[in-house]
Every structure is written in C-alpha cells, then in structure tokens.
C-alpha cells in the first residue's frame, strides 16, 4: 500500500511560521494534496502539486519533490483560525482518488 | 453554486441494522466518492462513482455499498451494522476528470450502540 507519513500534532506561537511536512512512497505518484480540516467540520481543498517546486497561495505556501517523495504545508503569520487538521493526500498511478495520510493536528496558541 | 450536500447530518442506529446515507454533489460533477473516517484510522476510501458506475473500489467488506443516480446523486448503504462502524461519513464531489480536486460535504456522523 501507498505510506503516507505526517507528524500527528504541532503547536506553534500566533504570528510564526509552521512546516508541516508529509512523506510518501514515490511508485506511481501522480499529484499531490493539502486539505484543511476543522473540528467537526468537513475537509477544504488547499492546495495541489504535481511538479516539483513551490507553490505559493496567500499565507500558504506547498512544496514538492517528487524524487524525494516529500511534500510541506507552510504557513506563515499565523493565526489563531488556522488551528485545524492538515491532511496530505496522493493520487497514484492512473486513479484519481487520492490517499489521504492520517493528518496533522495544528494547535496556534497566543 | 451550492455545495455538497449530505443526508441526514447524524444517525444513531443498533448493531445488526442497516442503514443508508445520502449526498448531492456540486452540480455538473459526475464522481461521488465516500470516506469513513475515524480517529485511529484517519479518513478511508470507501468506493467512487463516476457517471452511474463504480469507478474505483476501497478495501472495506462487502456489506458497505453505493449506488449513484443519472442525476449523480449517490447514496450508501451499510449492512448489519458493527460497533466498529461508528464514523463520520463524508461524501466529495468532484468533476471526475483531471485535476480532479475534491469538495467535501459536511458529514454524516453515524453512531452504532
């Protein structure tokens, strides 16, 4: 089966900087998922990489490389809103149904 | 455009029950894919269709199902239920094609006693 590996929980201080970082295997990678989720609420897409490189959208930015079969969610000036869970999700081979990773549980205090 | 929408929002049901859930993907989409997901086990595929047709399968046990309407309204059902089923329910929509990005519906939280 296709590994996909992310830190369970992070803290950080309102107005830093976090990297929230995901692995995975690279056999058949085909495109890559961030989605944010918010206690009790459903998942909202953020962002999709497919080729190597940084992808830049307001205060959060994704990185990929595909050879090294890792991803990371940054987001900077952080705000007490983005406490949530940041799942990864990759799409393989020739499905368009991602798999997602178990998620990380960001937690912003003052 | 309106968003996905699931039915009913909770549910509480006893083990051995059945039981189906409902969700309208954003109009114009054509895949409908179902996630279990739990705390231990993060969110699980369940089963996608595409155009009245299960496209793509999960590994779950033969008494979870679906089904998707020409409208692509899809529903999903599950047998004899188990403790364990106990999960939030979560439907995505999507164009089926390409980039395929995926827009969740709120949920369905099934609760199994």
């Known amino acids: 089966g296709q590994n996909i590996d992310q830190p369970t929980e992070m803290t950080a201080t309102e107005g830093a900087i976090v990297q929230i970082n995901c692995t995975y295997q690279?056999?058949?990678?085909?495109?890559l998922f961030w989605y944010q989720q918010h206690a009790g609420e459903a998942p909202t897409f953020l962002s999709y990489?497919?080729?190597?490189g940084l992808e830049e959208k307001g205060r959060f930015s994704s990185f990929l490389s595909r050879s090294k079969g890792y991803s990371y969610l940054l987001l900077k000036e952080l705000q007490m809103k983005d406490s949530a869970s940041y799942l990864c999700?990759?799409?393989?081979?020739?499905?368009?149904?991602?798999?997602f990773g178990r998620g990380t549980s960001l937690i912003v205090h003052p | 455009k309106a968003g996905v929408t699931q039915t009913p929002r909770y549910l509480i049901k006893t083990r051995g029950q059945q039981v189906t859930l409902s969700c309208s993907p954003i109009?114009?989409?054509?895949?409908v894919s179902w996630y279990q997901q739990t705390p231990g086990q993060g969110l699980q595929f369940l089963f996608e269709?595409?155009?009245?047709?299960?496209?793509n399968k999960g590994n779950f046990p033969g008494r979870f199902s679906g089904r998707q309407f020409s409208n692509s309204r899809s529903e999903m059902n599950v047998s004899t239920l188990e403790l364990g089923d106990s999960a939030l329910y979560l439907c995505?929509?999507?164009?089926?094609?390409?980039?395929?990005?995926?827009?969740f519906g709120p949920g369905t939280r099934l609760t199994v006693t």
């Open positions: 995505a929509s999507s164009s089926g094609e390409g980039l395929n990005e995926q827009y």
């Open positions: 690279t056999s058949g990678f085909n495109g």
């Open positions: 990489n497919v080729l190597d």
């Open positions: 999700a990759v799409k393989l081979g020739g499905s368009y149904i991602p798999t």
């Open positions: 109009s114009g989409h054509r895949s």
């Open positions: 269709y595409f155009s009245e047709t299960q496209r």
